[in-house]
């Protein structure tokens, strides 16, 4: 048992902590693990669906309604109190954070060789570049949509908002010049970090930034796109 984060009431507690609930629901009847990945389109949850199908794993994708709030939704919340996208429940357990869920699928996956998994320097340049998009590309991202996280204020929301042109095109200033290597984000080798960066690129034109600004980074965008595993995705969430 472990503890009781703050706020999370002690019934959807005891419900997220049933630890033989989700595994159960992720075992299939041979006693196979079942991966199931919670996701809502147009999301950071992209990049962990697009990895899940470059490994050929079987899994299973569950939409998430933002339009009806579902991730907000005493269901939801039972799977990741964080509300939020992605999740993915494995046989140990519920990961929630996109670095997190990307890392699990290439160590649990290594035949897809997703990641240099043997290689301490290039797999820390790699959790660099996850990390910077998680902590800085989506949360600049973010203050567009979800300014009501860091200011009740509606003048300061709208101050927020008015930055985050800007914001995104310093930041994908520093990727285009600095940390894209190419073919590849991390060189000849495709990787976890490609799908990441063809999710949040997917974004600019929505904050107002034009991409052609960013030659390497949208080439990247368009080659990503006719990967198979890429193309399969989106169409499945276009359905
Ligand atoms: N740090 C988390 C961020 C997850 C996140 O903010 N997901 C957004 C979609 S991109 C979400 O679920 N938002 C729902 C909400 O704010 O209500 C990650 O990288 O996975």
Redesign the pocket.
């Known amino acids: 048992m472990i503890a009781r984060p703050g706020g999370l009431p002690p019934d959807l507690f005891r419900l997220v902590n049933r630890c033989d609930f989700f595994s159960s629901a992720v075992r299939s009847a041979g006693g196979t693990m079942m991966l199931k990945l919670y996701y ?1 389109p147009g ?3 992209l990049a962990s669906h697009i990895a899940l199908e470059e490994t050929g794993a079987a899994y299973e994708a569950q939409r998430i309604d ?1 339009s009806k ?1 579902e ?2 939704k005493p269901e939801y919340l039972a799977v990741n109190p ?5 999740a993915l429940v494995t046989d140990r357990g519920t990961l ?4 997190a ?1 990307l890392t699990y699928i290439a160590q649990s996956f290594p035949e897809a060789g997703l990641a240099p998994l043997d290689d301490p320097f290039e797999f820390a340049r790699l959790q660099s570049f996850l990390s910077y998009l ?2 800085t590309v ?1 949360v600049a991202h ?1 203050h567009a949509r ?1 300014g009501a ?1 860091w200011a009740d204020d509606s003048a300061a929301q709208e101050a927020m908002k008015a930055k985050v042109p800007q914001n995104m095109a310093d930041c994908f200033s520093l990727i285009e010049s600095l940390m894209f290597t190419g073919p590849f984000v991390m060189g000849e080798t495709y990787t976890i970090a490609d799908p990441y960066l063809f999710t949040i690129a997917g974004w600019l034109e929505g904050d107002g930034v034009d991409p052609s600004q960013f030659p390497r980074v949208l080439d990247h965008r368009n080659q990503m796109a006719e990967r198979p595993a890429v193309a399969k995705v989106l169409t499945a969430l276009e359905s």
Do not use: D
Request: hydrophobic content about 25%; some cysteine.
């Open positions: 809502a999301t950071c949850s933002f709030a991730q907000t964080k509300g939020r996208v992605p929630t954070e996109t670095p869920i998680c902590s989506h973010a979800r996280r």
